[in-house]
């Protein structure tokens, strides 16, 4: 039984070449084989086959024997692709970095960072999924002000914030003095916690760049559609970073 071309296609998209495939696809049928015998099963030329099994075994896909000659072996598949997975993860990681490191700067001093991406959302639902959005890919600190939240939305949150607490983000979270003291308490334990008389208005800002400032309703009993404001602007995230730090000035602790 050979491997199905939508396999095939898969297995090249994540890396491996036609030789690769054909070599494993030989040892998951024959099992334990030698080089000769996979040249022969798989058709890869003889010159090739002992570059082809030293590129599936660095890729974690085959194994081998100290047997003379020696004989190889195929790694499970779920394996094997955990292996790629985690080799091409930290490859990208690494990519990403040197090319942040010079082209950020770039960017910058090109003046195309002053023309920002400006969006108003509307609906709870579409906010609510740009802030995971942000929420997802916030490294460092998150902001959040929120006037009205319910127990249902404090209990949807809290597996979020603890995900970003487990990365090392740092919350601090200003909410209004009528929370129930059970949200309040489980929000701490993630969390800096403060509470505000009279609190209104409300957002969040992620990483002192991106921005979500709320201007309606939040809670889908509030009459009103749900409005926001998504922008990636760091100088609208300063503006809106002081006045959160100036209305945390005489807000109350939550121990």
């Not at 030293?54 to 100290?66: P, R, Y």
């Not at 770039?106 to 195309?112: D, H, N």
């Not at 489980?186 to 009279?198: E, P, Y």
């Amino acid at each position: 039984m050979s491997i199905s071309d939508n396999t095939r296609k898969s297995l090249e998209r994540i890396g491996l070449t036609s030789y690769e495939i054909r070599t494993y696809s030989s040892l998951l049928k024959g099992g334990e084989l030698t080089a000769s015998d996979l040249s022969q099963k798989s058709g890869v030329p003889y010159s090739k086959i002992y570059e082809v099994l030293g590129s599936l075994e660095e890729k974690g896909w085959i194994g081998s024997d100290d047997s003379r000659p020696t004989k190889y072996f195929a790694k499970s598949p779920s394996t094997a692709l955990e292996v790629t997975k985690q080799k091409a993860e930290s490859d990208f990681k690494e990519n990403e970095t040197i090319v942040l490191r010079e082209l950020v700067p770039l960017y910058e001093k090109s003046g195309v960072s002053e023309r920002p991406d400006i969006w108003v959302l509307s609906g709870i639902m579409n906010i609510a999924s740009k802030i995971l959005e942000m929420v997802d890919s916030c490294r460092s600190e998150v902001l959040i002000a929120l006037p009205k939240a319910n127990e249902i939305l404090v209990k949807q949150a809290l597996p979020k914030l603890r995900q970003l607490h487990d990365k090392g983000v740092v919350i601090t979270i200003l909410m209004s003095d009528e929370m129930d003291k059970e949200s309040l308490k489980a929000l701490s334990r993630v969390s800096t916690v403060k509470v505000k008389k009279g609190l209104f208005g409300g957002g969040i800002i992620s990483d002192k760049r991106y921005v979500v400032i709320l201007l309606g309703p939040i809670n889908e009993s509030s009459e009103g559609e749900a409005v926001a404001i998504w922008a990636d602007h760091a100088g609208l995230a300063v503006f809106a970073r002081e006045y959160f730090e100036y209305l945390l000035k005489d807000a109350k602790s939550v121990s």
